[in-house]
């Protein structure tokens, strides 16, 4: 099946988002796969391709252009799902090296079968919490970019992933369209993990369908005690 791709293009063009030929063709591979899989576990709500096109894979590339993303930088994807924004992101910067984090073992199975016929190189799929990870050396304070897409509310997520950001980083929590409260709430989260006074940052999807940007700029090191564990963590948010 080909999927309405050319929907996303002009406002690729106008953020000044690269793509080519090959950038499509996996796109609509990835859309063939979604579809496929979402069949035998449940991926998405989203099946239909205007709407996998724009509310997936247009939402997920304008990241692209809310950060500056460094050559060959790393990027991991908390409870990365489906894939999103990951796997976008991979597919038009090939250089990333991307680690892609879910708790649900076949999610990732999954994204196995889309890396490997998408060809994409350097991803890595780890079935692990959030706060598992964080804890362990090999993932702590170890990224460029930490991305969670509709997980948790931001004072949650400030916990589960600025300990994976380095200093130097940044930690895009992508939302819907109200964004401020969480903001408020999450703030004093957000300076005792490390983080910067938060961007927010809104995008329009084609019609009405609005889109945050939340970007905090990791500044100093995670006490060593957080992440805590998960029951604590929603029992007792920061």
């Known amino acids: 099946m080909t999927y309405p791709l050319e929907l996303m293009l002009p406002v690729l063009d106008k953020k000044g988002i690269a793509y080519n030929d090959e950038t499509l063709k996996k796109l609509n591979r990835y859309a063939e796969l979604l579809v496929e899989w979402n069949e035998k576990i449940n991926l998405t709500a989203i099946t239909d391709p205007e709407g996998i096109v724009i509310k997936h894979f247009l939402d997920c590339a304008l990241l692209l252009e809310k950060v500056d993303l460094k050559e060959n930088a790393s990027v991991i994807d908390v409870g990365t799902g489906a894939g999103f924004p990951g796997v976008v992101l991979k597919i038009f910067r090939p250089d990333i090296k991307l680690t892609l984090l879910d708790g649900l073992n076949k999610r990732l199975v999954f994204l196995n079968e889309v890396a490997a016929a998408l060809e994409l190189k350097d991803v890595v799929t780890v079935h692990l919490r959030a706060e598992e990870a964080g804890k362990k050396q090999a993932f702590r304070e170890n990224f460029d970019l930490v991305t969670a897409r509709a997980v948790a509310k931001l004072n949650l997520l400030y916990e589960y992933c600025l300990p994976l950001c380095k200093i130097g980083g940044t930690f895009c929590a992508m939302k819907g369209p109200s964004a401020e409260d969480e903001v408020k709430e999450a703030f004093s989260a957000g300076k005792l993990l490390g983080g910067a006074k938060p961007k927010i940052l809104r995008e329009t999807l084609t019609g009405e369908e609005v ?25 007792q948010p920061l």
């Open 211 to 235: 889109r945050t940007f939340i970007l905090t700029k990791k500044i100093s090191q995670t006490p060593p005690k957080y992440p805590r564990v998960s029951a604590k963590i929603a029992k």
